[in-house]
């Protein structure tokens, strides 16, 4: 029986799966983070051939090369890249699979959920907007990291809080809310009590993850207390990743549409990442950007609930042949429509 491959990779870990001609899940295995800029190509590799190792192990499956593999990994955006992939598979891991087609870690998210390509938004510790086409085309808005973007991820909110608690204190720029409640997270989540001793957790010990992590926090306390900064700044973030939303669209409107889907077949997106547990307190200025830019007709917002390798395992069988319960995927959480009058429906969200 031919198995087909999928990777889904990034740089806190590594899922791989292997499914048949059915589309049926047959095994699956867990590795360490497939990103080449953390940790290089070869080990990469390296990684992957030892999770289809234990993948096919672990459902008794003799060792054999898969008929097409997959990946979908964070780092894979240059086309320089991907031939090297291909390159090595072909002369170093040709006992691992026949073929392999390559693509950023985006594309394993939306062929999971979507049958024909769409739209993912990424909000984690940093953030990033990603538009993929049917034949692998991925138009990209943000995603450059803490210091050149990623507004709406995690980082960008829990840092916006504490520039604007520095400001105020330092009469530089007057918050328009209260900061004390801002304040007293700030205080408690890094242990100090003055502006002078956080200064080492943005130098000498600067972590972005840690500063990140704030954000739940952040969320929690802005949920408890309705306190008018926090609950902007979540606002602010919605904003941002709607403005993402909106750029890719722009982007791509720009650069592909003559050769490509119209505006209006890319209207199904998927959510992912950590501050999207947070959806009740970014939706109003999500919405409020989304309209005020005029882009949309018609807008699904999805939960992925399968995992990313599985869309992953389409790329690699260059046909997307293999059948999956694509409703069985992801969830439908936001939706509006203009054409009916409708803004959002609260039954939509969980």
Same mark, same amino acid.
């Given at each position: ?13 590594? @899922?791989?799966?292997?499914?048949? %001609? @059915? ?36 459902? /008794?499956?003799?060792l054999q090369p898969l008929e ?8 894979? %955006?240059?086309?320089?890249? $991907? ?7 072909? &002369? ?9 087609? &390559? ?24 953030? /990033? ?30 840092? @916006? ?5 520095? +400001?105020?204190?330092?009469c530089l720029i007057e918050s ?31 972590? $972005?993850?840690?500063i990140a992590s704030m954000c *739940?926090?952040?969320?929690? $306390? ?5 306190? #008018? ?5 979540? &606002? ?13 669209? *722009? ?5 592909? &549409?003559?050769?490509?889907? +119209? ?13 999207? $547990? ?15 830019? +005029? ?27 293999? #059948? ?13 429509? @203009? ?9 939509? %969200?969980?």
């Amino acid at each position: 029986m031919p198995y087909y491959g999928g990777v889904d990779g990034g740089g806190s870990g590594s @899922r791989f799966v292997v499914l048949d %001609e @059915r589309g049926t899940l047959v095994a699956e295995s867990h590795g360490e983070t497939t990103n080449q800029w953390l940790v290089g190509l070869d080990t990469v590799l390296a990684t992957v051939e030892s999770m289809w190792r234990d993948a096919l192990e672990s459902a /008794n499956i003799p060792l054999q090369p898969l008929e097409s593999l997959g990946l979908s990994l964070s780092g894979v %955006e240059a086309q320089h890249i $991907k031939d090297e992939i291909k390159d090595k598979i072909g &002369s170093q891991y040709a006992h691992v699979t026949k073929a392999v087609v &390559s693509a950023n870690d985006s594309c394993g998210a939306v062929f999971t959920a979507f049958k024909s390509g769409g739209i993912v938004i990424i909000a984690g510790t940093g953030s /990033n907007c990603q538009l993929v086409t049917p034949n692998l085309v991925c138009v990209g808005c943000g995603g450059w990291g803490h210091l050149l973007g990623d507004e709406g991820g995690a980082y960008s909110i829990a840092h @916006r809080m504490v520039k604007t608690i520095f +400001d105020d204190q330092d009469c530089l720029i007057e918050s328009p809310h209260n900061t004390d409640i801002a304040t007293q997270i700030m205080w408690s989540y890094f242990g100090v009590n003055n502006q002078m001793d956080m200064l080492k957790f943005y130098y000498t010990q600067f972590e $972005k993850s840690y500063i990140a992590s704030m954000c *739940k926090t952040m969320s929690q $306390k802005a949920v408890e207390t309705k306190d #008018p900064l926090l609950l902007s700044l979540f &606002s602010w973030a919605g904003q941002q990743l709607a403005a993402q939303l909106c750029g890719v669209l *722009k982007r791509y409107r720009k650069n592909q &549409s003559k050769n490509g889907k +119209d505006l209006k077949e890319f209207h199904q997106v998927v959510c992912m990442g950590s501050v999207f $547990k947070s959806w009740g307190l970014l939706k109003q200025g999500f919405l409020d950007e989304m309209l005020s830019q +005029d882009l949309y007709q018609d807008l699904e917002l999805h939960r992925l609930t399968a995992n990313g390798a599985l869309g992953a395992a389409r790329l690699g069988c260059v046909t997307f042949d293999i #059948p999956l319960k694509f409703e069985e995927n992801s969830e439908l959480f936001f939706s509006y429509s @203009r054409g009916k009058g409708i803004v959002f429906d609260e039954k939509l %969200e969980k």
